[in-house]
């Protein structure tokens, strides 16, 4: 299978009005308590829905990959990997022969203590790396036999990272720092810029859209770095620790809507954590420790509508 063959199976009509009524449903949450006056120098108007608009062919990109169900295939397949680390004269074993199988749609929640591999895992199911031995393959593919600017072009398509570290880039303000996938698939400007300022709004940063990520706290550092992830609106989402940084309100309202993001819109979650609290959102958890799986938990997600 080739790479355009790879791209072009995760492509498939996205349900915008859904996307829309959810980011909709949850943009209320912030204006209780903290969003102060949208400081609004471009003239787009963020209550304008961009997403919804999506569909509308002057909107070059950043919708509609999905990823055509397939139920004979995971996902994302992990068989026997390893993740070497050298260290000078010494080596060091981060994952010691994980084999994982992951399923669209899922919210999955990978539970460990610090050290146990976590991010190191993140990074092979984002494409960021590659294992030592094993293969890692998304959709059938073997990502260790792409190179780098496929595995970039991958990245920039189907996935929404939520890093640990945010990754926000020191000399971009807040919408910048938005506007940067968008820029890498080439959305026209306008619709960028008109995404950037609704997904601020859904976290609750409109007016910090000037502010350098010097001049932000760690939690809307983390809410920057959420609104990127969820830029391009990706079929799947990776968020390492997201809830780190954020008081238990905040952290409540981005693990609803991430939930929510998985149960209307069909994406695939997938979160590392040592939060004993989020398995309460996860289809299934995996365990892991010291570099191995310990053990993995099937939950039954709850019924459409009723509270967890
Ligand atoms: N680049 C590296 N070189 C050497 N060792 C590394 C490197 N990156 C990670 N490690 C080691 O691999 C192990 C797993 O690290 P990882 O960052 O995956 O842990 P984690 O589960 O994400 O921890 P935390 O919860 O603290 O973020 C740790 O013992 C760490 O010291
Ligand atoms: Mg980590």
């Known amino acids: 299978m080739t790479l355009t063959e790879i791209?072009?199976?995760?492509?498939?009509?996205?349900?915008p009005s859904k996307f829309v009524d959810l980011l909709?449903?949850?943009?209320?949450?912030?204006?209780?308590?903290?969003?102060?006056?949208?400081?609004?120098?471009?003239?787009?108007?963020?209550?304008?829905?961009?997403?919804?608009?999506?569909?509308?062919?002057?909107?070059?990109?950043?919708?509609?990959?999905?990823?055509?169900?397939?139920?004979?295939?995971?996902?994302?397949?992990?068989?026997?990997?390893?993740?070497?680390?050298?260290?000078?004269?010494?080596?060091?074993?981060?994952?010691?022969?994980?084999?994982?199988?992951?399923?669209?749609?899922?919210?999955?929640?990978?539970?460990?203590?610090?050290g146990s591999g976590k991010s190191t895992l993140m990074n092979l199911l984002g494409c960021l790396d590659i294992p030592s031995k094993g293969t890692v393959c998304l959709n059938s593919k073997d990502i260790s036999e792409l190179d780098e600017s496929e595995l970039a072009i991958i990245r920039g398509k189907m996935i929404g990272f939520i890093?640990?570290?945010?990754?926000?880039?020191?000399t971009l303000?807040?919408?910048?720092?938005?506007?940067?996938?968008?820029e890498f698939q080439e959305e026209d400007k306008q619709?960028?810029?008109?995404?950037?300022?609704?997904?601020?709004?859904?976290?609750?940063?409109?007016n910090k859209k000037k502010n350098?990520?010097?001049?932000?706290?760690?939690?809307?550092?983390?809410?920057?770095?959420?609104?990127?992830?969820?830029?391009?609106?990706?079929?799947?989402?990776?968020?390492?620790e997201p809830t780190g940084n954020l008081d238990t309100k905040t952290g409540d309202y981005i693990l609803e809507f991430l939930d929510g993001l998985q149960e209307s819109e069909g994406k695939t979650i997938i979160i590392v954590t040592h939060d004993l609290e989020l398995v309460k959102y996860a289809t299934r958890v995996v365990y892991i420790r010291d570099?191995?799986?310990?053990?993995?938990?099937?939950?039954?997600?709850?019924?459409?509508?009723?509270?967890?």
């Not at 303000?173 to 968008?182: A, G, R, S, W």
């Not at 770095?225 to 990776?238: C, D, E, G, M």
């Open 191 to 206: 619709i960028a810029r008109q995404k950037a300022s609704y997904l601020l709004e859904i976290v609750g940063l409109s």
């Open 24 to 114: 909709e449903r949850k943009a209320s949450f912030y204006d209780e308590f903290e969003n102060g006056p949208e400081e609004n120098g471009s003239g787009e108007d963020s209550k304008y829905n961009p997403y919804f608009n999506s569909g509308n062919s002057s909107a070059k990109s950043s919708n509609a990959v999905r990823i055509p169900k397939n139920k004979d295939e995971p996902l994302i397949k992990l068989t026997d990997v390893w993740k070497i680390y050298q260290m000078g004269e010494v080596e060091f074993a981060a994952l010691k022969g994980i084999n994982l199988e992951i399923s669209e749609g899922e919210f999955l929640v990978i539970l460990g203590p610090s």
């Open 212 to 240: 350098l990520p010097s001049q932000l706290s760690g939690g809307q550092r983390q809410r920057v770095a959420i609104a990127r992830s969820l830029a391009v609106n990706p079929p799947i989402i990776l968020a390492d």
């Open 163 to 170: 890093f640990q570290s945010f990754n926000l880039l020191p």
């Open 173 to 182: 303000n807040t919408q910048e720092n938005v506007l940067l996938p968008m």
């Open 291 to 308: 570099g191995e799986i310990e053990k993995i938990e099937a939950r039954t997600k709850k019924e459409p509508g009723t509270k967890k």
């Open 7 to 15: 791209i072009a199976s995760f492509k498939s009509k996205l349900n």
